[in-house]
């Protein structure tokens, strides 16, 4: 689909479940996609990009003239947290290490780093991310991490997941945010949705959904 079709879309499922036009914002993920496929949804106007490799993201940033905001979206190894601190925002918080190694990163970087609380609400071993149990001690380790900003959560539903199984993942993720935002966190933001479910997603309360086949097309 083109970006428009999407933003449609989008603008629609928003309609629909009644939220504010313009609450969700669309991050491209162009992780694998050639050059070409990148610039052509620059050109249709996407200045927000997702990658889940740093060394990738590097790279396609080298390529683009034009302003435009990379966040990371996969899995980060703690010695690679030094170049996660250039990012706008990483939605892949999901160890304390992990948390400890980008705060060191971001005050070497002299700068606050925006982070989402990745999250694995189904509990599926191949998922990174803490579980909603697991939410107040990493509050507590967050507040001593005085660069990051924690500005919400993010999660990944199973592949094959029904439509309830869906639901209720988004819902845990919800929780998983009201749980931060007890903790005293802004916690604002809800990144889940990816091309197969972003419109359930939407419904329930996604504000950044992630899409990379729908929008550039398969990842060969
Ligand atoms: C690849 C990826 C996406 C995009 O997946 P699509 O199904 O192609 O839309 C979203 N989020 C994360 C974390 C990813 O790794």
């Not at 002299?110 to 509050?139: C, D, I, M, W, Y």
């Not at 504000?207 to 990379?212: D, K, M």
Request: with cysteine; charged share 25%.
């Amino acid at each position: 689909m083109t970006l428009r079709d999407i933003t449609d879309r989008i603008t629609k499922a928003e309609a629909a479940a009644g939220r504010t036009p313009g609450a969700v914002s669309l991050i491209a993920v162009s992780k694998v996609q050639p050059n070409a496929r990148v610039e052509a949804v620059l050109q249709e106007g996407q200045r927000i990009f997702g990658e889940n490799k740093v060394q990738e993201a590097e790279s396609k940033r080298a390529q683009v003239t034009v302003p435009v905001r990379w966040h990371l979206v996969g899995h980060l190894q703690r010695n690679k947290a030094k170049n996660a601190a250039k990012f706008d925002l990483v939605h892949s918080l999901d160890s304390e290490r992990l948390a400890v190694a980008l705060n060191d990163a971001a005050g070497e970087a002299q700068r606050v780093l925006e982070v989402l609380v990745q999250v694995n609400v189904s509990g599926e071993g191949t998922k990174s991310g803490f579980a909603l149990h697991e939410l107040p001690t990493v509050a507590e380790r967050l507040h001593a991490c005085g660069n990051l900003r924690v500005r919400g959560v993010m999660t990944m539903a199973p592949f094959d997941a029904d439509e309830s199984a869906l639901r209720a993942v988004f819902r845990g993720a919800r929780d998983a945010r009201s749980q931060l935002q007890g903790a005293g966190f802004r916690a604002e933001w809800l990144s889940m949705g990816m091309s197969g479910d972003y419109e359930v997603a939407i419904e329930e309360g996604a504000t950044h959904v992630r899409l990379g086949t729908v929008l550039f097309g398969s990842r060969t």
